[in-house]
């Protein structure tokens, strides 16, 4: 079949200096796939082509890249697929890293993000010799966070990382929790209070998008999601976000309701400046009918939630 592919070209030392895309055209079968056209174009039409690859195998994850607008692993996409699917093929570069030539990044960003969460397990005392070997078994615990092949396709897809370039990102902080997890790590508290910090577990906005992407099913959301779980049960409840899950929760188990008046005034409860702040949005939600009426009868079944929270306490 003959088929045409957009490719996304950038050049820094060529007269263009923007980003433009060409089309290449090249017959393709059923088991061509991304990866493979782009090398037949590179050997056959345009060896200038400049691109990742090594494996070929969805295991090195070095080939990630925008396929018709969305981050895939270009050696496990079907060429004649893509084209059924979306009426078209168009080949970029990664979303949100800087692009160095073409349709390789600067990755740069991606590894500096894994080194702060320090990926590997630490002991309270580096000194100390090691008596024996540390046998652990926490294949269950880990929740497939050690899947990672570090391709780079959640902090790319992420909200969050666009929206503050000092965000960790999905990859970071699902090997985070990896370590957390490791009975051999001796610095998990130290650890876990890192994370609290700005552009840590609390600033994930849960757009699901790094789910979506992962090529290998890590579910980086959700580990950053079991982080939070971990933080909240060692009493690492001042952030906003930790305040707003415990409040929420105390809130609904109270009421049997969730009550949207109640709620900010206990996340905010003692930083008066923050709760004048909180006013324009009161009358608001009074205005707009956002806030539970205090003299009407409760709504139905909130006997029965209460009574699930009540249960959980036990």
Same mark, same amino acid.
């Given at each position: ?6 490719? @996304? ?68 996409t079907s060429v004649l697929e ?41 002991? @309270? ?5 090691v008596q024996s070997e540390t ?44 370590? @957390? ?95 004048? @702040? ?37």
């Amino acid at each position: 079949m003959r088929i045409t592919i957009k490719i @996304q070209r950038f050049n820094p030392e060529s007269e263009i200096k923007k980003a433009h895309w060409v089309d290449y055209t090249l017959d393709a079968g059923r088991e061509t796939t991304v990866l493979l056209a782009l090398i037949k174009i590179k050997e056959e039409i345009d060896g200038t082509l400049t691109f990742r690859a090594s494996c070929r195998a969805s295991i090195c994850g070095s080939d990630l890249m925008m396929i018709n607008g969305i981050q895939k692993l270009a050696c496990r996409t079907s060429v004649l697929e893509e084209i059924s699917r979306h009426g078209k093929l168009q080949v970029g570069p990664m979303d949100k890293m800087p692009v160095i030539k073409d349709l390789v990044v600067d990755m740069d960003p991606f590894w500096q993000k894994l080194k702060a969460v320090k990926p590997y397990v630490e002991r @309270q005392n580096d000194d100390a010799p090691v008596q024996s070997e540390t046998l652990t078994n926490i294949q269950e615990d880990l929740e497939n966070a050690d899947a990672c092949i570090m391709c780079g396709a959640c902090l790319s897809a992420c909200n969050s990382f666009e929206a503050s370039s000092d965000f960790l990102g999905p990859a970071a902080l699902a090997k985070a929790y990896r370590i @957390q997890v490791d009975p051999r790590d001796e610095m998990r508290i130290d650890r876990l209070t890192a994370l609290q910090e700005d552009n840590g577990i609390w600033d994930c906005v849960r757009c699901v998008y790094c789910v979506q992407v992962c090529p290998k099913d890590v579910a980086p959301m959700e580990q950053i999601v079991r982080l939070r779980r971990l933080s909240i049960a060692a009493n690492m409840t001042e952030s906003i976000g930790a305040l707003h899950i415990t409040k929420f929760t105390e809130v609904v188990g109270e009421e049997g309701r969730l009550n949207e008046t109640k709620l900010p005034l206990l996340m905010t409860w003692g930083n008066f400046k923050k709760m004048f @702040q909180m006013i324009p949005l009161g009358i608001k939600m009074l205005i707009h009918g956002k806030s539970p009426n205090p003299f009407a009868d409760p709504p139905a079944g909130h006997k029965a939630v209460r009574a699930i929270f009540k249960g959980r306490k036990k």
